[in-house]
């Protein structure tokens, strides 16, 4: 079983930066491909951000486009959400989620059979 503890959220003003990250253990990391969720108040959980096993196909929703950046480190068993030019819009609860890696993209909340916790991030205008 998969057990994920993200972290790294906090509060900050627009324009500025954060970087969250996972760690797994429980698993193989490496025959998991990884996502970024985020609930938004009112809303429900999205996929902010997709990796697959290699770390070389990655994904983006297009309101995070150019502004956010996912990477995964398979030694050390973690996934990482490098977020910079912050909106206030990106206030959420982000969380990071896995599931076997199949080669193929995926953004629906119920392919991933793994949670973190999650963590706020606020972003004041």
């Known amino acids: 079983q998969v057990q994920l503890v993200d972290g790294g959220g906090g509060l900050v003003q627009a324009g500025g930066s954060l970087r969250l990250s996972c760690e797994a253990s429980?698993?193989?990391?490496?025959?998991?491909?990884m996502g970024w969720f985020r609930r938004s108040p009112g809303k429900e959980r999205e996929i902010v951000a997709f990796?697959?096993?290699?770390?070389?196909?990655?994904r983006y929703a297009d309101f995070v486009k150019d502004r956010f950046t996912i990477s995964r480190d398979n030694a050390k068993n973690t996934v990482s959400l490098q977020m910079n030019s912050l909106k206030p819009e990106d206030t959420a609860v982000y969380y990071c989620?896995?599931?076997?890696?199949?080669?193929?993209?995926?953004?629906?909340?119920?392919?991933?059979?793994?949670w973190g916790q999650g963590t706020q991030v606020t972003v004041s205008s």
């Open positions: 990796i697959d096993w290699t770390g070389l196909n990655k």
């Open positions: 989620a896995a599931r076997r890696d199949d080669g193929t993209y995926r953004y629906i909340e119920d392919d991933y059979d793994a």
């Open positions: 429980g698993r193989t990391f490496s025959d998991d491909a």
